[in-house]
């Protein structure tokens, strides 16, 4: 987050005064503030995710004592299976389903784990959803719109539905500003969830 606000800087030094002309340079920097946020949220996001499955997949837990919404995850090959396989096949692939469910065998995360490459409102809140994670997704539900200009956006000038020049005459560094203050917090937000979750072994079937 370093870089993005590196940039914002940059910007807020090089942009002109309200009403006056301004260099299209300006104009593209502040639309591709969009992109480079995005990126960290996207990153930091993932990375809080993959730390969190990896310290749970350390302590080797048997299957049968995780709680269940995390076995979307950890089962994930298995439900892949049975969705694959021919009818004739189902029956049995589903009864090895719920067998190594509740089974002594280690379970890994990891096995499942998906590296998202598009991170929507509605991906914080399966995150929490399949982690078992009883608190919102977001910090402050009335900053909910701040996740969805910024995904929203990103994915405009991604798919080239508008330029990064385009995107910049909408807004101004100081509105650029709160939309990263608002990411910022989010960002640890979610770590802040992930730290009291892992200490409080709540994905052990035991916690719950």
């Known amino acids: 987050m370093r870089e993005v606000q590196e940039v914002l800087a940059h910007l807020k030094r090089i942009e002109a005064a309200p009403g006056k002309p301004e260099a299209a340079e300006v104009r593209l920097l502040r639309g591709l503030f969009y992109v480079h946020l995005y990126g960290a949220f996207e990153y930091g996001i993932n990375r809080i995710v ?27 090959a298995q439900f892949n299976a049975v969705g694959q396989s021919s009818t004739q096949n189902q029956w049995s692939k589903r009864l090895a389903l719920i067998e190594r469910r509740h089974s002594n065998e280690v379970a ?56 990064p020049q385009e995107i910049g005459m909408k807004r101004r560094s100081a509105e650029l500003q709160l939309l990263y203050d608002a990411i910022s917090l989010q960002i640890f937000y979610f770590l802040d969830c992930f730290n009291e979750y892992l200490a409080g072994k709540e994905y052990m079937a035991n916690a719950v």
């Open 108 to 163: 890994s995360i990891g096995d499942g784990m998906i590296d998202f490459q598009n991170v929507w409102l509605k991906t914080l809140e399966q995150i929490f959803l399949v982690f078992g994670i009883s608190k919102p997704a977001m910090y402050d539900v009335t900053k909910s719109g701040y996740v969805l200009e910024l995904t929203d956006t990103r994915n405009k000038i991604a798919h080239g539905r508008e330029s």
């Open 50 to 76: 993959q730390s969190a499955s990896e310290h749970i997949d350390g302590e080797a837990i048997p299957h049968r004592d995780l709680i269940s919404s995390i076995g979307v995850i950890v089962l994930n």
